[in-house]
């Protein structure tokens, strides 16, 4: 079989047709990144890497913080989300 350039072949390649042209381009597709992880976690799965995983549930849990309430909990996370809202008034001169 005769060797060709990349050229010879891109060339070669723009005569097909279309239905030919998806042939082509499905016989040379590359799994994508995030093909390959999926089908690694299949097989880890399938090996039983993760049967014996150990549960960090409440291994990290810090029982002297004081119980807070839905309300306290809600208010406290929407200062944090708008903290930098803020930030940047107070860095525009725009300040109360």
Do not use: C
Request: charged content about 35%; proline content about 4%.
């Amino acid at each position: 079989m005769a060797e060709l350039s990349f050229d010879e072949i891109l060339e070669a390649s723009l005569r097909l047709a279309p239905e030919q042209k998806l042939k082509l381009a499905d016989a040379l597709r590359v799994d994508s990144p995030r093909d390959l992880l999926l089908s690694e976690l299949a097989r880890r799965k399938a090996y039983g890497a993760f049967e014996r995983a150990e549960s960090l549930f409440g291994k990290y849990a810090r029982p002297q913080q004081p119980d807070v309430s839905e309300d306290e909990l809600n208010t406290y996370l929407h200062s944090i989300r708008t903290e930098w809202e803020e930030e940047l008034n107070v860095f525009f001169g725009e300040g109360d």
